[in-house]
């Protein structure tokens, strides 16, 4: 428990994740953009992140998006003997960039997770781990499920295609809700014959209650799947989400407001 990690980025999913790392007995320090969250954290906080990464042997990236994780890197002076776990959900394309800006003998690790903030709090994440992840196993395990998914850059895809797939069936959700009520049918009734369904699952999650992954990533998230391959679901998907007017809503609350609308 020695080893000294830097986390950077104390947001809704940072923030509870530091917190188990504290738990853990390891020796922490945390940076974050708005200086209010980080002063939630118990431990030593840094006013750059090139500040709390100096000392460390591992440094966390849990950022909103692929600008924030590649802005913040390259502030970074990184050790030789280092390690980068990138945990944001950012994409394989902008991790290459990433490995760019790191110097020899820096091993870069991506590892996103899915789960919501509930989860992270209860260490019960699923963590989708591509590079040579055994020397930081016992951290990662922190979090929660390690899956092994591959070389770097597996991770970091095999999140896409999940939380596409979550996001668009989330709406989907929303959707046969929206015909349902024009039917006249009773919401009740529907959400139970969901329910049972083969979309039990995301019927689960749209009504979900402790969950909190923010419309506006969710939007952000669709639109990087979009971006890869051609997807019209998910680029439909993405402008739905983007002009939800309640962006910092649960994105189970898109069932609501896409029913609104």
């Not at 998006?65 to 980068?84: F, I, N």
Request: with cysteine; proline share 6%.
């Amino acid at each position: 428990m020695n080893t000294r990690i830097a986390f950077l980025g104390l947001g809704t999913m940072g923030l509870p994740m530091a917190r188990r790392l504290l738990a853990a007995g390891y020796p922490l320090t945390g940076w974050n953009r708005s200086p209010e969250r980080a002063a939630a954290l118990a431990a030593r906080v840094a006013s750059t992140p090139a500040e709390a990464a100096r000392d460390a042997e591992i440094v966390v990236t849990m950022l909103a998006d692929p600008a924030a994780v590649l802005s913040v890197v390259a502030e970074l002076d990184l050790r030789p003997g280092s390690t980068l776990i990138e945990m944001s959900t950012i994409g394989p394309e902008a991790l290459r960039e990433v490995a760019a800006l790191l110097p020899r003998g820096v091993t870069l690790i991506d590892a996103p997770v899915m789960g919501s903030a509930d989860k992270a709090a209860a260490g019960e994440l699923t963590l989708l781990v591509g590079g040579p992840a055994e020397p930081v196993l016992p951290v990662l395990e922190v979090f929660g499920k390690v899956v092994r998914t591959g070389l770097t850059g597996t991770g970091a895809a095999l999140k896409l295609v999940l939380i596409n797939a979550t996001v668009t069936g989330v709406a989907a959700i929303a959707e046969a809700l929206t015909l349902a009520e024009a039917f006249g049918l009773p919401a009740e009734l529907v959400r139970e014959a969901l329910a049972g369904s083969a979309l039990g699952g995301l019927v689960a999650r749209a009504f979900a209650t402790g969950a909190h992954y923010p419309i506006r990533l969710a939007a952000k998230d669709s639109r990087l799947a979009a971006e890869a391959a051609e997807l019209p679901l998910a680029s439909l998907v993405a402008q739905r989400l983007a002009e939800c007017p309640a962006a910092e809503e649960d994105l189970g609350q898109i069932v609501r407001q896409l029913r609104a609308r």
